[in-house]
């Protein structure tokens, strides 16, 4: 069966930081880009980064630019994104995708329906 699992999220204080993680089950990663996304309430789930599976292409939406970093360890199957310098506006529920598709340019990657697996998502909260 294949899963995606979130982890990571939680509570923190405008400024700080968390790391999430997305660790899949029942398929290699290698394979597939992957992306981070999140929805807010009421608002259309974005894209946040999102990291290709072969050449290094990286994703970032202008919001999270210089705060955000996505990474992926292959050998432990597992994508990482760390985020530094949280704000209020980044409270969400955080998803991670996987999409097998191969696409350019680097601004086309984090496009939702290209993503076939999703994991349940892990709630974000910044506040004071």
């Known amino acids: 069966q294949l899963q995606l699992v979130e982890s990571g999220g939680g509570l923190v204080q405008p400024g700080g930081s968390l790391r999430l993680s997305c660790a899949a089950s029942g398929f290699t990663l290698d394979y597939y880009s992957i992306g981070w996304f999140r929805q807010a309430p009421g608002k259309e789930r974005e894209g946040v980064s999102c990291?290709?599976?072969?050449?290094?292409?990286?994703y970032y939406a202008d919001s999270v630019k210089g705060r955000f970093t996505i990474s992926r360890d292959n050998a432990k199957n597992t994508v990482y994104l760390q985020m530094n310098s949280l704000k209020p506006e980044d409270t969400a529920v955080y998803y991670c995708?996987?999409?097998?598709?191969?696409?350019?340019?680097?601004?086309?990657?984090?496009?939702?329906?290209?993503?076939?697996?999703w994991g349940q998502g892990t709630q974000v909260t910044v506040s004071s």
């Open positions: 995708a996987a999409d097998s598709g191969w696409r350019t340019p680097v601004q086309a990657m984090c496009v939702i329906p290209d993503y076939e697996y």
């Open positions: 990291i290709s599976s072969s050449d290094g292409k990286i």
